[in-house]
Structure formats: structure tokens, C-alpha cells
């Protein structure tokens, strides 16, 4: 089946703009995460739901960033008047769980630069 | 906090070699452990999933272990191939208390290990 989707896949900005990511989950998947990752590192975890329910957003870096989930599937993080320090691999993953027994699903990512 | 280590940062050797890759962590009171496989401009493939109680997971040519008290995984991959090229991440899951309750989403990865197999 379908895995999880993302859009765009790139996207170039220019500082000071705002940027919608949207996220596509595998079909039926309770929980969606958000991670972002830097050249050369590893992934580094931004935001969870379970369905519509923000669970945790410790680790979203300041206020410019915020994730929505209004109906349980597809998801959007923005992040406002975005600057150069926010260029990075955005990724989106989903599990059919929030329970930590189950595995996470990601997406291909979107590259975000901001000129 | 946790950390991950993996070792070594990048490794190269000729096809049909047997190897191991690394991974460490600070931690040790993990819920489990995946491995990934990234190749460039795609997503992260998951390899396998170790649960705290489990020691080892098996599939095909991959082996991956788990030492939870020692804090450390070996990923075993017997026969390389050059397909096999590509960054390899591992994965800890951890619950934490927040403002929510309890979360258990959070993975904290390490920063890869880059394989390269050649012909």
C-alpha cells in the first residue's frame, strides 16, 4: 500500500516567510511524528499526535514552530518567519500506534531551504 | 538526556565481507531499539525493531543485537553487497514525563554510520 507522503519535497523560501509542510500518513495510522534533520546528523524529534491530539511538542525549537492535525490524518507544520538556521531535511514518519512496541513509518521528506 | 553514538562514522569495504555496526547509548532504560537504512533523497527504510525484552532480531542477511543493560546494538550484516551501500541510523525509544503525561514517541537517533561496499 501507500506509504507516507510528503509535500513539497522541496522548497525554496526567502527568510522571513512563512512555510506550510504538509504530511500524509500511512491509511489508519494512529500516530504521526515530525522530525528534522541537519546534514550529516540524524534525525531530531520535533512533534507527536495520537489522532488529533498534540501529544508532546517538546521538540519544537521556538514559537515560530507549530503542527496541526485538525482531523486525525494529514498534518502541517509551519514555521513562521522562517530564517537561514531552519534550512534542513523535514521528516514525517506514522505509526499504527502511539504504544512504544510499534514501529515508525517515514516519509521521503521535504528539503527546506531559506535563502 | 539520552545520546546515541554510532561507530564507526563511515566505513568502506569490498563486496562479500561480513560486518558490524555500532551503536551506543546512554540510557539504558529504552522501550526498544530500531535500525534504519537511508539512501540519499529518499526517506529512512526500516530494518528492524529490537524490543527491551528481545536480544536479537533476525532478517535475511541482517542480525541485530541488543545489550540493554551495557547500553549497546551491533547490526551483523553477513555477505555485503554493493546494494547495501547507504547511511545506516540507529534508534532508541524512550517514555518521558511532559506537561501531557507520559510521552512515548520520541525517537532519538544517532548520527549514522556510512557504508559503502565496493565491487
Known amino acids: 500500500g501507500a506509504g507516507v507522503s510528503q509535500s513539497p519535497r522541496y522548497k525554496v523560501t526567502k527568510r522571513g516567510q512563512d512555510v506550510a509542510l504538509r504530511c500524509d500518513p500511512i491509511s489508519g495510522h494512529v500516530s504521526l511524528y515530525w522530525y528534522r534533520q541537519a546534514l550529516g546528523q540524524g534525525p531530531e524529534f520535533l512533534t507527536y499526535f495520537n489522532y488529533e491530539a498534540q501529544q508532546d511538542k517538546s521538540g519544537l525549537p521556538n514559537d515560530r514552530f507549530s503542527a496541526e492535525r485538525p482531523e486525525g490524518s494529514i498534518s502541517t507544520l509551519t514555521i513562521q518567519r522562517t530564517e537561514q538556521r531552519d534550512s534542513a531535511m523535514y521528516r514525517c514518519?506514522?505509526?499504527?500506534?502511539?504504544?512504544?512496541?510499534?514501529?515508525?513509518?517515514f516519509g521521503p521528506g521535504t528539503r527546506l531551504t531559506v535563502t | 538526556k539520552q545520546e546515541v553514538t554510532q561507530i564507526p562514522a563511515a566505513l568502506s569495504v569490498p563486496e562479500g565481507e561480513n560486518l558490524v555496526l555500532n551503536c551506543s547509548f546512554t540510557?539504558?532504560?529504552?522501550?526498544?531499539l530500531q535500525w534504519f537504512r537511508q539512501d540519499p533523497g529518499k526517506g529512512l527504510t526500516s530494518l528492524l525493531l529490537i524490543q527491551s525484552s528481545q536480544r536479537e532480531q533476525t532478517s535475511g542477511r541482517l542480525n541485530a543485537s541488543l545489550d540493554k543493560s551495557s547500553g549497546r546494538s551491533t547490526l551483523y550484516i553477513a555477505a555485503s553487497q554493493p546494494g547495501d551501500s547507504a547511511t545506516y541510523l540507529c534508534a532508541v525509544r524512550k517514555g518521558f514525563l511532559n506537561a501531557g503525561g507520559t510521552s512515548y514517541g520520541k525517537l532519538t537517533f544517532g548520527q549514522g554510520t556510512i557504508l559503502t561496499v565496493h565491487p
Open positions: 540510557d539504558s532504560a529504552i522501550y526498544n
Open positions: 514518519a506514522s505509526s499504527p500506534q502511539g504504544e512504544a512496541t510499534y514501529e515508525q513509518y
